[in-house]
C-alpha cells in the first residue's frame, strides 16, 4: 500500500511538472516584449522605457552597467537581504558548533617561503577583493565574490602564522554591516514607499558614481560577507 501511495504522489509531482512547463518556442519566434528578462535589460519593469546607451544614459529606472546587478541587488534586494542572513545563521552554526574547542596547532612551524609569499600577496588579495565588490555594479562581481576574497587573506594568514588570532571586530564589522544593509532598506520606505528601494539618483550608467544606493549595499555586503566567512575559518581553524 505504501509503495501505491508512493508512485501515485511521484506520478501526481510529474504530472503538475509537466502541465507547469511552457512549450519552448522555435528559435526566433519569441516576443521579447513580452518576457519579464527583457524589461529587466532595458531597465523598463515600472514601464516607462527608453533606449539604454552606455556612458549616455542617465536618470534611468536602474543605473547599473552589470544586468545581474540590476536584478539581485536592486530588482530582487530583498531576497539578496535574505541569502546574506542565510550566510549569517550558516556562521552563527559553525561558530555555535566549535564553541568550547581549543586551538590545536599544526604540529608543524610554516615555512619560511609560505610567510613570505602572503606578506607580498596580502596586500594584493585585499585590494582585489575590494575592487570586485566597489564595482559590481560596472562589472561582474559584487558584495559576495568580494567578501570571499577578503576571508581568503584571513586564511591565509591562518596558514601561514601559527600565532594569528581573528580580532573580535570582526564580529562588530559583521554586525554594523548587516544594520546598515537594513537601515538602507527603511531608508527605501522612508524616501520611496517600499522596502530597500533605490531611492538616490543613479546618475550616468557606467560611471563609477551611478546606480544610487545599489554600490553602497554592494560595499555593505562585500564588508558582511567577508566578516562572517572569515569568522567561519576563524572557527573552523580551532579544530585544525
Given at each position: 500500500?505504501?509503495?501505491?501511495?508512493?508512485m501515485l504522489l511521484a506520478l501526481g509531482v510529474v504530472f503538475v511538472l509537466i502541465e507547469m512547463i511552457e512549450p519552448i518556442p522555435a528559435y526566433g519566434k519569441v516576443d521579447l516584449s513580452k518576457r519579464v528578462s527583457e524589461k529587466y535589460v532595458s531597465k523598463s519593469v515600472s514601464g516607462f522605457r527608453e533606449e539604454v546607451a552606455y556612458k549616455k544614459s542617465k536618470n534611468l529606472e536602474e543605473g547599473s552597467a552589470n544586468v545581474v546587478t540590476s536584478i539581485v541587488v536592486n530588482y530582487r534586494g530583498f531576497d539578496t537581504l535574505g541569502e546574506v542572513t542565510v550566510l549569517f545563521i550558516s556562521a552563527f552554526g559553525v561558530g555555535l558548533i566549535s564553541s568550547g574547542l581549543k586551538r590545536k596547532g599544526y604540529g608543524r612551524k610554516?615555512?619560511?617561503?609560505?610567510?613570505?609569499?602572503?606578506?607580498?600577496?596580502?596586500?594584493?588579495?585585499?585590494?582585489?577583493g575590494v575592487y570586485i565588490f566597489v564595482h559590481g555594479h560596472l562589472t561582474p562581481g559584487g558584495g559576495f565574490p568580494g567578501g570571499t576574497i577578503l576571508s581568503i587573506g584571513?586564511?591565509?594568514l591562518y596558514l601561514s602564522n601559527e600565532e594569528y588570532e581573528l580580532s573580535e571586530k570582526s564580529k562588530v564589522l559583521e554586525g554594523t554591516s548587516g544594520s546598515l544593509f537594513v537601515i538602507i532598506g527603511l531608508l527605501g520606505i522612508a524616501f520611496s514607499g517600499a522596502f530597500l528601494a533605490n531611492f538616490l539618483p543613479t546618475g550616468v550608467i557606467g560611471n563609477l558614481f551611478s546606480a544610487g544606493i545599489v554600490p553602497i549595499i554592494y560595499i555593505v555586503i562585500g564588508f558582511k560577507v567577508g566578516a562572517e566567512l572569515s569568522t567561519i575559518v576563524a572557527d573552523l581553524h580551532k579544530e585544525g
Open positions: 500500500m505504501r509503495k501505491f501511495l508512493s610554516p615555512n619560511f617561503i609560505l610567510r613570505t609569499a602572503v606578506g607580498v600577496v596580502l596586500p594584493l588579495i585585499i585590494l582585489f584571513i586564511l591565509l
